[in-house]
């Protein structure tokens, strides 16, 4: 199948995901466009069969960019096998009522576009402490400090808590899914 893997990135880690999963795509003999919505070219693609459509959160919203490529397309997303890959913090939490804020995030935007993708997976981003301006710092401190308490607030190392495994797992599930509905 030929499959948009589109993905917004502030920091970079959505991109290294995006970038895994088209990867994964390719080694399971699938065609990966992988697409960064925010450069607003036209993808390479007529007719994409499928779509991996993924975003972090910051600040408690996707970009805008991820906003703005999921309403113009949500069309045709609508039309095809999607995956949503919905990238924060809070949902590496160890409190509940966290881990559900970050389905909501989620759940929020899809339903705000008007795109109903297939299937959400939730995956942990990292954390550069050592890349942020004093701000970003200053904010991701409080977010981290309440949510992964063995993370000190003097840190300036980089954090991954992205299950890789994980991810490749709920890929497999989602293609074979794609797949039946194509045949
Ligand atoms: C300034 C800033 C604000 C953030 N705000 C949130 C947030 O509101 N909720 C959350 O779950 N994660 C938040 N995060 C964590 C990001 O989702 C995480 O670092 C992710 O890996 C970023 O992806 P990116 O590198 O592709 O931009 C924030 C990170 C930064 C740097």
Redesign the pocket.
Known sequence: MNILVGYA???????KIATAIAEHLEERGHRAILFDVATNAEYSLERPEAAILCA?????KYPDAFFIFARRERDWLNSVPCAFVS?????ASNLEDERAE?RQ?AIHFATTVGWMPRDVFHVK???RFGE?DFF?RW??RR?AAKMLPGVSPDDKGTHEFTDWAGLSSDVDNWLKKAVTSKA
């Open positions: 990135s502030v920091e970079g880690q959505t991109r972090p959160v910051h600040g408690a990238v924060t913090l809070m949902i970050a995030f981003g990292a954390l942020y970003k904010i991701v977010l």
